[in-house]
Every structure is written in C-alpha cells, then in structure tokens.
Nanobody
Framework: VQLQASGGGLVQTGGSLRLSCTVS????????MGWFRQAPGKEREFVAAINWSGMSIAYADSVKGRFTISRDNAKNTVYLLMNNLKPEDTAVYYCAATEYNVVAHTTISTYEYWGQGTLVTVSS
C-alpha cells in the first residue's frame, strides 16, 4: 500500500488549501482514512478521519467548522479542505490508512499505513 499526499503550501491567515492523498494497492474502499499533523517540536496529532463509505466522520475540536474531510472511492483519493487557516495550523500533514474501515478512527496507533507528509505553512 502506498499513500501519496499533496496540496500543501504557503497561505496567509484566513486562506484555504485542499490536501489530497491518493492510495494505491488494495481497493481504496478497504480502508478508513485519517489526516494527522505534526508541528515543529510537537507530537503528531489527529486532525480528521473518515470511514470507508464516508458515513462516519470525526474531527479534532481545533479544526471543527473549518476543515472538511471527504473521499472519492472511484479516484482512490481522500481530501482535506482547510478553510479559515490560522498560524497554529502550520504543520506537516500526513494521511494514513487503516484496514479497520467501518468507523472513523482518531487514534494514531490504529493506522497501519502512512504517507510521506505535505507541509502547510500559514503566515500571520
């Protein structure tokens, strides 16, 4: 299984970005997907997750109302739309996949497969 994240970049406070993560290997619907982030000097933290069908979704409190996770099983891709970005959203964002696909999982240790990360920088 390979995960390829893209879409990071530099944006001003209040701006938007959309991250994408394409998965190759087994059928994409086999996986629940998650987005995590790691800021400099901090531990990796949960951002958003979605189950195989898109019917189970979870968000960290810090991004609720600003970020939207979605998936397109026909394109083997999960997205993270990030609106109203803040400097504290600056981090490397990682997508992850788990074969426990029935519900959206918020725990890092649940995920077996990880992408390489994409850097998001929000300037003040």
């Amino acid at each position: 299984v390979q995960l390829q994240a893209s879409g990071g970049g530099l944006v001003q406070t209040g701006g938007s970005l959309r991250l994408s993560c394409t998965v190759s290997g087994r059928p994409f619907s086999s996986y629940a997907m998650g987005w995590f982030r790691q800021a400099p000097g901090k531990e990796r933290e949960f951002v958003a997750a979605i189950n195989w069908s898109g019917m189970s979704i979870a968000y960290a409190d810090s991004v609720k109302g600003r970020f939207t996770i979605s998936r397109d099983n026909a394109k083997n891709t999960v997205y993270l739309l990030m609106n109203n970005l803040k400097p504290e959203d600056t981090a490397v964002y990682y997508c992850a996949a788990t074969e426990y696909n029935v519900v959206a999982h918020t725990t890092i240790s649940t995920y077996e497969y990880w992408g390489q990360g994409t850097l998001v920088t929000v300037s003040s």
